[in-house]
């Protein structure tokens, strides 16, 4: 560093300049420091967060903590909501002493996840539950953790007023809370600054689609008197009839409210203690409670939007998170792929910062994550117009609504109508194609087995080792061990063989690797049959992102053709048949005329949503 006084510039130099302390981007730190990078992370506010932007840290990226060692100190911190929490999704007239059950998501609590996950060990179930916890709970204790981190220097207070992209790096300008600028050079820059990202404008990258047309007014307070009053025992959201939702942050006395603004009322006008009594009360007016403290309140819309990239041409800026895709809450696909993102592109820079990588690892990050963001965009929109559907029927069955609640008339027709549509629409964060089903048999830098990929499905997952896939967990014979647990840091080689059987042209393979300074763990199972079985293969190559690069009963003989399966994998050289996905291709198109519908008439996606559910619970 060379500084001086107020009127110098502070020069600093980085192999990683990552822009934005939330999630993604402290995570991001947190994998380029295990693998040895020397990052520098700058955040423009000096605190983390108090708005309670996320409250579920989802399957996929708990196995993530798990790999990268911090699932369990996440789940046991203080604030943390309790393994014993359910996850359940009540839907009720109204909050209020009078008010019914219409229906409910029901999904137990991590305990019994857990147990579950044991005793159905056959590769189609996660290595972790998801976690019910609060961003603001997040990134408080991720903080704590990348500032005790050897190779990542924090910046907090900076804010990031632009850069300048050369051929070998770039260098970004900063201004600290005293007033000084600061510039860093560095080979790489990821921006993870949001979804109004800095980053993301000054690299001219520009987003696809928009907003939804819909607002919300958050309120995120504490009420004890409420906690004590849940005629319907705690839950983790309650969806009063027609008012919006409730999120129980903390099982305490925390909670979020957000109420649907119609067209015609501005967030400013609004008491947030009003919206708090009018959401919790459902069809049956506003039910007035003890708020203790209105921690934050404030109008939002949600968006539905994704970088037309996902790096620069010269491949010196990312994005990553919210800087490259902006989604509705519904699902809780948008931190959880951020995360998905971070680990993914960690691995990547890291590789070619070693000098193992070569340019077409980052070349395919894009390649890869952009497509599986799309299929979650359009999961995700499916998931909100289920809700618009379902306020829809309230509307029309409104006055039997208040009937179900007061116990007057016959209202077991509009009853039975909402319970059934309640019924087959969720649960809505139980998603398994969408979160473990990440598919990059599409990448160039994937080696393919020419296996035939099976049906994709958003609701179901089937384990496979097919490359491009996503390894499946797997208990081993002790019944503790998750063969994630044994994954190396970087690349991980499987090697599936019975006590006294032959290496299978593992040595060679290994030397290979070794040879080419690939970082390599190789993890040699005897007689874990069942794993192998699930597994599909005898030697299956594994990268840092848990993704499955090559597989084979036995590796090649000839050491060149080793080395071709290397360079490819780890993006020296394109595959030479690659071709892009002609399904993709069609995905972006579905999702770009799904964009086309918030300018025009969603009408037929309702109807069409409407008439699954309908078929669907007409048949149960």
């Known amino acids: 560093m060379a500084g001086g006084n107020m009127n110098q510039t502070a020069q600093y130099e980085t192999e990683v300049l990552i822009v934005g302390a939330g999630p993604v981007g402290m995570l991001l730190a947190y994998q380029l420091d295990r693998l040895g990078i020397p990052t520098t992370i700058a955040e423009k506010n000096l605190e983390t967060t108090k708005w309670p932007k996320m409250d579920l840290t989802n399957c996929r990226s708990m196995e993530l903590l798990r790999v990268l060692g911090l699932a369990d100190e996440y789940r046991a911190q203080a604030e943390a909501v309790s393994i014993d929490a359910n996850f359940d999704s009540i839907f009720v007239t109204s909050l209020a002493p009078a008010g019914r059950l219409l229906g409910s998501w029901r999904i137990p609590p991590v305990r019994e996840q857990k147990e579950y996950i044991k005793l159905h060990n056959d590769g189609t179930q996660p290595a972790e539950p998801g976690q019910r916890c609060s961003q603001i709970i997040f990134e408080a204790w991720l903080k704590e953790i990348i500032q005790k981190r050897m190779n990542v220097t924090s910046r907090f207070g900076w804010t990031y007023m632009g850069h300048v992209e050369a051929a070998d790096g770039l260098t970004a300008t900063f201004i600290d809370t005293e007033g000084q600028t600061h510039t860093v050079r560095a080979r790489y820059l990821v921006g993870c600054d949001g979804g109004s990202s800095k980053v993301r404008k000054a690299a001219s990258i520009k987003m696809v689609g928009g907003q939804i047309p819909a607002r919300f007014y958050l309120v995120h307070f504490k009420s004890a008197e409420l906690a004590k009053n849940l005629q319907f025992g705690r839950f983790w959201h309650a969806f009063p009839a027609g008012t919006g ?23 400013s006008d609004l008491d947030p203690h009003d919206v708090v009594y009018k959401m919790i009360g459902g069809c049956l007016g506003s039910w007035q409670i003890k708020i203790d403290e209105v921690l934050v309140h404030s109008e939002w819309q949600p968006s539905f939007s ?18 490259a895709h902006r989604n509705p809450p519904h699902g809780g696909y948008g931190m959880n792929s951020g995360v998905v993102d971070a680990v993914d592109l ?3 820079l890291a590789a070619v910062i070693k000098g193992y990588g070569g340019k077409g690892l980052l070349q395919a990050y894009g390649d890869e994550r952009r497509p599986m963001m799309i299929r979650a965009l359009q999961r995700s929109y499916r998931h909100v117009l ?8 309230y509307k029309e069955n409104w006055e039997s609504l208040k009937g179900i609640s007061s116990g007057g008339g016959d209202n077991t027709q509009a009853f039975t109508l909402i319970k059934n549509y309640i019924t087959h629409s969720g649960p ?4 398994r194609g969408i979160e473990l089903d990440l598919r990059y048999d599409h990448s160039p830098i994937i080696y393919p087995d020419g296996t035939v990929p099976i049906p994709w499905d958003a609701k179901q997952y089937q384990p496979t080792t097919r490359p ?21 840091r970087e690349w991980t080689l499987v090697h599936f063989t019975e006590e006294h059987g032959n290496d299978d042209g593992s040595c060679l393979f290994v030397d290979t690797v070794r040879g080419m300074h690939f970082p390599l763990t190789y993890v040699k199972l005897c007689g874990e049959d069942h794993v192998r079985q699930i597994w599909e293969r005898t030697l299956v190559l594994v990268r840092p ?21 290397l360079r490819v994998v780890s993006g020296n050289v394109l595959y030479p048949d690659y071709h892009r996905s002609e399904a993709f291709t069609d995905e972006e198109e579905q999702f770009l005329a799904t964009v086309a519908t918030f300018t025009g008439n969603d009408q037929n996606d309702k109807a069409a949503i409407a008439g699954e559910e309908e078929m669907s619970y007409a048949a149960s």
């Open 245 to 267: 939702f409730l999120i129980d942050q903390d099982e305490k006395s925390t909670f979020t409210a957000h109420y649907p603004l119609q067209d015609n009322i501005s967030g």
């Open 306 to 323: 994704i970088a037309e990239r996902y790096s620069t041409a010269n491949g010196r800026v990312f994005l990553a998170g919210d800087a």
């Open 346 to 348: 960690g691995w990547r």
């Open 386 to 393: 289920e809700h618009v559907v379902l306020n829809d029927i």
């Open 428 to 431: 809505e964060t139980l998603d």
């Open 468 to 488: 491009g896939s996503r390894a499946p967990h797997v208990f081993l014979k002790d019944g503790i061990t998750s063969i994630y647990d044994l994954f190396g």
């Open 545 to 565: 992102d848990t993704h499955v690069a090559w597989r084979a009963d036995e590796a090649p003989i000839e050491q060149q053709v080793i080395e071709n399966i």
